[in-house]
């Protein structure tokens, strides 16, 4: 095998290579996606049941403030 064959077999190892971590590389991105995806999802349905569980308290609040309102005129 002549020098030119062994830097050519080397340079189609290395494209290779190349090729494999740049499929993995997007392989891990769309996991990653996936996961942040499911992250948002969760924070999302744990700010709305936390306004849920705020929401009559919130209402009260509001009904107190009018009626001191009311008697402070």
């Not at 077999?9 to 995806?37: N, V």
């Not at 709305?48 to 402070?72: A, G, K, V």
Request: aromatic fraction near 2%; hydrophobic fraction near 15%; avoid cysteine.
């Amino acid at each position: 095998m002549g020098m030119k064959d062994q830097f050519q077999d080397k340079a189609e190892r290395m494209q290779e290579q190349a090729k494999q971590r740049a499929q993995q590389g997007r392989e891990q991105g769309r996991e990653h996606g996936r996961e942040q995806g499911r992250q948002d999802q969760q924070r999302g349905q744990q700010g709305r049941e936390r306004m849920r569980d705020e929401e009559p308290e919130r209402l009260e609040r509001e009904e107190r403030d009018r009626l001191d309102q009311d008697y402070d005129v």
